[in-house]
């Protein structure tokens, strides 16, 4: 294969920026509201439930659209980061927001699963003990989830990875910025002469990926052996 150009390389970088910020952002809420759906009975749940999987069953270039409205400058959202001065339109960090929204599903559901699945008389077994909620969680609930975690972050990273069509609406295809490895592939199949640098980013693409799921299984084999 030959060498990388700049181009090449610079969407690369821009992918792994927006699939890892996206990914890193997203877990948190990701977990909690896997911990809420999981755990908590409430009015509305199943609501909430089918906001959060909308995006998979959503065409993604609406869900670009209506990020496109909120975040825009007369958009609830673009009003309130305009007032301090901050906008993603157009910047990576929207790229990141867009394959964010898109990779919340694919995370929430596994955690969900492992949160339903793990035994909970362990949970009430150590809180009898005088364990605090808080050590009952970090000792108990976390370990036992921590799979469950870990496959919704792969699964996450790899969708942000290949996030396109909610990208594309909402920042647009932007070298060196908003450019990731879906945009850019698309953009040199439009170019005569460029098969070649669409064909080496498809190829990384499917190492990167590949490579993300093998360190996933690991890691999920490593957590399993210390659980027992």
């Known amino acids: 294969m030959a060498a990388?150009?700049?181009a090449e390389t610079q969407a690369i970088l821009v992918s792994?920026?927006?699939?890892?910020a996206a990914t890193l952002c997203t877990v948190p809420l990701a977990f909690v509201l896997a911990f809420v759906l999981a755990r908590r009975r409430f009015a509305g749940k199943a609501l909430v439930d089918a906001l959060v999987n909308l995006p998979l069953v959503l065409p993604p270039v609406v869900?670009?659209?209506?990020?496109?409205?909120?975040?825009?400058?007369?958009?609830p959202l673009g009003q309130a980061l305009a007032g301090i001065g901050v906008s993603v339109l157009f910047r990576w960090t929207g790229a990141a927001i867009a394959a964010g929204v898109m990779a919340l599903p694919l995370m929430v559901s596994p955690m969900r699963l492992a949160l339903e699945a793990m035994d909970r008389r362990l949970e009430a077994a150590a809180a009898t003990l005088g364990a605090s909620r808080t050590r009952v969680f970090a000792t108990?609930?976390?370990?036992?989830?921590?799979?469950?975690?870990?496959a919704g972050t792969v699964l996450g990273f790899a969708k942000a990875l290949g996030e396109f069509g909610a990208t594309a609406i909402?920042?647009?295809?932007?070298?060196?910025?908003?450019?990731?490895?879906?945009?850019?592939i698309n953009a040199f199949l439009q170019v005569p002469g460029?098969?070649?640098?669409?064909?080496?980013?498809?190829?990384?693409?499917?190492?990167?990926?590949?490579?993300?799921l093998v360190a996933a299984q690991w890691w999920q084999r490593r957590a399993l052996r210390h659980r027992l």
């Not at 792994?16 to 890892?20: E, F, P, S, Y």
């Not at 670009?64 to 007369?74: E, M, N, P, S, T």
């Open 194 to 212: 460029r098969e070649g640098s669409a064909l080496r980013l498809v190829v990384l693409s499917i190492v990167i990926a590949f490579a993300a």
């Open 4 to 6: 990388l150009t700049p």
């Open 140 to 150: 108990i609930t976390l370990p036992l989830v921590l799979p469950g975690i870990i």
């Open 63 to 75: 869900t670009g659209y209506l990020l496109l409205i909120a975040f825009g400058r007369d958009g």
């Open 170 to 184: 909402f920042v647009s295809a932007i070298p060196g910025e908003t450019e990731t490895l879906p945009l850019a």
């Open 16 to 20: 792994l920026r927006v699939a890892g």
